[in-house]
């Protein structure tokens, strides 16, 4: 099974300054087809989670463009250009390379310091 | 616009089963581009995928609680249902049904507003 690891875990930020959160995978998440099967989420507070980043680095309709995703192969970031109140919640990777199954990585916590 | 929702008890006794539906509206469980999920969190943890289906009945389980899950589908009422034999504590959870892609883009695209089920005598 393909282990997904954040970095780091509570990520306490000042707004307007930027963010970044590391995710390592156990495996490469690189398909033939040129896809890196790893996508991100928010979890809000009280909310489920939410898309942000598909295939490592597409962002999902709706999201700011403060959001970016890159990498490949195993090492992949999400960054946060200018960090606002609203993005306070917990931040997951997940791969979906293995057929049909999805592994979550334990979530980074961004707070407002 | 999709929306699921799920429902079932909220209490559930050790060595029983958990059961759980998940209603879809505002669009078909039959579409052949979606796959149906169910996704835990155990509380202050982080999220666990528990397993899909595709309308036409395939399911795909975590290897870790495959002994003990099954995942149905139920097309003529637009739902999909998951049961999870012999609980314990550990299984007390937010418990979220979810629509995914699986196909050149892999993802899940609709959610839940998740409920909570707590293991408990």
């Known amino acids: 099974d393909i282990v997904m690891t954040q970095s780091p875990l509570s990520l306490p930020v000042t707004p307007g300054e930027p963010a970044s959160i590391s995710c390592r995978s156990s495996q490469s998440l690189l398909h033939s087809n040129g896809y890196n099967y790893l996508d991100w989420y928010v979890q809000k507070p009280g909310q489920s989670p939410q898309l942000l980043i598909y295939?490592?680095?597409t962002r999902a309709p709706g999201v700011p463009d403060r959001f970016s995703g890159s990498g490949s192969g195993t090492d992949f970031t999400l960054k946060i250009s200018k960090v606002e109140a609203e993005d306070v919640g917990v931040y997951y990777c997940?791969?979906?390379?293995?057929?049909?199954?999805?592994?979550f990585g334990q979530g980074t916590k961004l707070e407002i310091k | 616009q999709l929306q699921l929702q799920e429902s079932g008890p909220g209490l559930v006794k050790p060595s029983e089963t958990l059961s759980l539906t998940c209603t879809v509206s505002?669009?078909?469980?039959?579409?052949?581009?979606?796959?149906w999920g169910w996704i835990r969190q155990s509380p202050g943890k982080g999220l666990e995928w528990i397993g899909s289906i595709y309308y036409l009945g395939s399911t795909y389980y975590t290897p870790s609680l495959k002994s003990r899950v099954t995942i149905s589908v139920d097309t003529s009422k637009n739902q999909f249902s998951l049961s999870l034999l012999s609980v314990t504590a550990a299984d007390t959870a937010v418990y979220y049904c979810a629509r995914h892609l699986w196909g050149s883009y892999r993802y899940f695209a609709y959610w839940g507003q998740g409920t909570l089920v707590t293991v408990s005598s």
């Open positions: 997940v791969q979906a390379l293995q057929t049909l199954m999805f592994s």
């Open positions: 295939v490592g680095s």
């Open positions: 505002g669009g078909s469980i039959s579409r052949s581009d979606s796959y």
